[in-house]
Nanobody, 125 residues
């Protein structure tokens, strides 16, 4: 059974940076065609943030985070990362990592096979 574990969340001020990590305790990351980050703010649906292909050559971002966030993966360490810069209060949410075996529909949360438990990110103004 795959288990994904996020870490790195916290309370920061607007303009600060954070790096989230997602480690796999089961299958190696190279098995997954897509790894992604989603987030869910209070009272809102879980939304796509960023995704990365198996090789790391292809990355995808939600418009509001383009130029501020960077997704990366280290298949040797079975770890997914999300570098978040210039954080804004509207980035406040629980951030989840997700994995799937197929390389399409990168932004559809219902297509992902495994999920982490989430890590809280709070950005104060």
């Amino acid at each position: 059974q795959e288990q994904l574990v996020e870490s790195g969340g916290g309370l920061v001020q607007a303009g600060d940076s954070l790096r989230l990590s997602c480690a796999s305790s089961g299958r190696t990351f190279s098995s997954y065609a897509l790894l992604a980050w989603f987030r869910q703010a209070p009272g809102k649906e879980r939304e796509f943030v960023a995704a990365i292909s198996r090789s790391g050559e292809l990355t995808y971002y939600e418009d509001s985070v383009k130029g501020r966030f960077a997704v990366s993966r280290d298949n040797g360490k079975n770890t997914l990362y999300l570098q978040m810069n210039s954080l804004k209060p509207e980035d406040t949410a629980v951030y989840y990592c997700a994995a799937r075996y197929h390389p399409d529909y990168f932004s559809r949360r219902e297509e992902y096979d495994y999920w982490g438990q989430g890590t809280q990110v709070t950005v104060s103004s």
